[in-house]
Nanobody, 117 residues
């Protein structure tokens, strides 16, 4: 089992910045991919950014150039630096960890990000 705890959400004005952090605990040695997803009211959860254990990254198009995902394997943490935030970035952001060997994914409880116009 892997437990994920997010922090860093909040309210920010458009154009501002926030940093989300996620700490993993439990059986962390098997984690391959970590990432961030988000879900806005009335919409499906969507991928924001993911990072592999060797640092390969992937972003959704709408956040490229504005968001940066990073990972500290030694501390079992993943962070999301969000710059130039837009109202459409408003959502609950969820941390995700995937253990490919056993085909399991784990989710954090979510943290609210609200961007005011």
């Amino acid at each position: 089992q892997v437990q994920l705890v997010e922090s860093g959400g909040g309210l920010v004005q458009a154009g501002g910045s926030l940093i989300l952090s996620c700490a993993a605990s439990g059986s962390t040695s098997g984690i391959n991919v970590m990432g961030w997803y988000r879900q806005a009211p009335g919409k499906q959860r969507e991928l924001v950014a993911v990072i592999s254990s060797v640092g390969s990254t992937n972003y959704r198009d709408s956040v490229k150039g504005r968001f940066t995902i990073s990972r500290d394997n030694a501390k079992n943490t993943v962070s999301l630096q969000m710059n130039s935030l837009k109202p459409e970035d408003t959502a609950v952001y969820y941390c995700n960890a995937a253990v490919l060997r056993i085909g399991r994914t784990y989710w954090g409880q979510g943290t609210q990000v609200t961007v005011s116009s």
